[in-house]
T-cell receptor
Framework: AQKVTQAQTEISVVEKEDVTLDCVYE???????LFWYKQPPSGELVFLIR??????QNEISGRYSWNFQKSTSSFNFTITASQVVDSAVYFC?????????????FGTGTRLKVLA | EAQVTQNPRYLITVTGKKLTVTCSQN?????MSWYRQDPGLGLRQIYY???????DKGDVPEGYKVSRKEKRNFPLILESPSPNQTSLYFC????????????FGEGSRLTVL
């Protein structure tokens, strides 16, 4: 069965610190997608990144980077030099594409607090 | 402006009184889906739809119905709401292929007394 685990419920850091949000997933499929979404205090949900199971290349976008490792079933998210605006709840998600449909499983989220 | 619109944004109702939460998108997306967000449980998918007249259950479909008669609309129906359906609900749509980049609505906070 599909499962996404975000073991860190809440993390607090001081501005400019680096922080890594962990995501571990379980799936029996060989074709799947992994995602990160951000939910700032205002409540909306915003797409950050998608990776497919055949692409283990790490990705960097500004201060954000993602490390996908199939060997450990992990898709971790690192924010470098964190800022107060990074304070949000971050959700990791998995979608299997075996049948051509896209059923989503989200993790329980990690609340990141960046203190000035 | 490209958006997903949910209504109502806030609703307090009583057990057993049927209600519908509407969801409409103006991006011509084929994929639409509903989620509920509860403290400690994250987001859980209720139903999703790959296209008009094609719907499927997510992880927590019990107590909910959906219909997809038009591409732009995907209403969530609670035939007989119960207090355990008190939650924050999100609708989302995605461009093809499938649900590979979700655009979310602003959320609908539902309280069932």
């Amino acid at each position: 069965a599909q499962k996404v685990t975000q073991a860190q419920t809440e993390i607090s850091v001081v501005e400019k610190e680096d922080v890594t949000l962990d995501c571990v997933y379980e799936t029996r499929d060989t074709t799947y997608y992994l995602f990160w979404y951000k939910q700032p205090p205002s409540g909306e949900l915003v797409f950050l990144i998608r990776r497919n199971s055949f692409d283990e290349q790490n990705e960097i976008s500004g201060r954000y980077s993602w490390n996908f490792q199939k060997s450990t079933s992990s898709f971790n998210f690192t924010i470098t030099a964190s800022q107060v605006v990074d304070s949000a709840v971050y959700f990791c998600a998995l979608s299997e594409a075996r049948t051509g449909t896209y059923k989503y499983i989200f993790g329980t989220g990690t609340r990141l607090k960046v203190l000035a | 402006e490209a958006q997903v619109t949910q209504n109502p944004r806030y609703l307090i109702t009583v057990t057993g009184k049927k209600l519908t939460v509407t969801c409409s998108q103006n991006m011509n997306h084929e994929y639409m889906s509903w989620y509920r967000q509860d403290p400690g449980l994250g987001l859980r998918q209720i139903y999703y739809s790959m296209n008009v007249e094609v719907t499927d259950k997510g992880d927590v479909p019990e107590g909910y119905k959906v219909s997809r008669k038009e591409k732009r609309n995907f209403p969530l129906i609670l035939e007989s709401p119960s207090p355990n359906q008190t939650s924050l609900y999100f609708c989302a749509s995605s461009p093809p292929p499938g649900g590979l980049k979700l655009f979310f609505g602003e959320g609908s906070r539902l309280t069932v007394l």
